[in-house]
C-alpha cells in the first residue's frame, strides 16, 4: 500500500491546486452569498472527480486514502478561502 501512496500524491495534489484555483476565480467572481454555495460546489466536484478518476481506471487499492487526503484537502483549502470571504471588507 505504501508503494500505491508513493504514486497517488500526484493526482492528491493536482486536485488541491484546481481546488484552490478553483477558489480564486469563486472570490473574483461571486458576492460573498453566492461564493459560500460556490464552495460547496467545489467541494462536491472534487470528490466527484476522485470517483468519477476511480471508476475509469477500476483501480479499488486506495479508492479510501485518496478520497480522504483529497476531501481533507480541499476543505482545507476552501476553509481559508471561507474565512477570507467573510472577513473580507
Known sequence: M????????????????????????VILTMDQGE????????????????SLVHLVTS??????ERLIYVAGGTYAILALAGIYILLKP
Open 2 to 25: 505504501m508503494d500505491f501512496m508513493k504514486n497517488a500524491w500526484l493526482p492528491i495534489v493536482s486536485l488541491w491546486v484546481l481546488v484552490a484555483i478553483g477558489a480564486v476565480i
Open 59 to 64: 483501480h479499488t487499492e486506495g479508492i479510501v
Open 35 to 50: 461564493a459560500i454555495r460556490g464552495f460547496g460546489v467545489l467541494a462536491a466536484g472534487a470528490l466527484a472527480l476522485v
